[in-house]
Nanobody, 124 residues
Framework: QVQLVESGGGLVQPGGSLRLSCAAS????????VGWHRQAPGKQRELVAS???????NYADSVQGRFTISRDSARKTVYLQMNSLKPEDTAVYFC??????????????????WGQGIQVTVSS
């Protein structure tokens, strides 16, 4: 059983910062690729940042230079540092991960796990 739990959301004023965390638990050997997605009311879910198991990162144009994705492999946690927040960053943020899990018969990939989502509201 793999669980992803997001934390760190909340209400922040424009120009402020938040750091989201995505902690993985369960029979996890390692976290591979991770993406942070967001969904604003009435809009489609979009990928805002991703990081591979090798540490390569990618960002949506709308957050480039303001958001930073990072990982702590020992803690099985991925972070999204969000700076210079704008009202249009308001959304529910989700993490999505591919992991390796340990089972009685070895280590196997387990793909496309999602957290429950966390609200980020940027407003004065």
């Amino acid at each position: 059983q793999v669980q992803l739990v997001e934390s760190g959301g909340g209400l922040v004023q424009p120009g402020g910062s938040l750091r989201l965390s995505c902690a993985a638990s369960g029979s996890i050997f390692s976290i591979n690729a991770v993406g942070w997605h967001r969904q604003a009311p009435g809009k489609q879910r979009e990928l805002v940042a991703s990081i591979t198991d090798g540490g390569s990162t990618n960002y949506a144009d709308s957050v480039q230079g303001r958001f930073t994705i990072s990982r702590d492999s020992a803690r099985k946690t991925v972070y999204l540092q969000m700076n210079s927040l704008k009202p249009e960053d308001t959304a529910v943020y989700f993490c999505n991960a591919d992991v390796l899990v340990t089972t009685g018969w070895g280590i196997h990939p387990s793909l496309d796990h999602w957290g429950q989502g966390i609200q980020v509201t940027v407003s004065s």
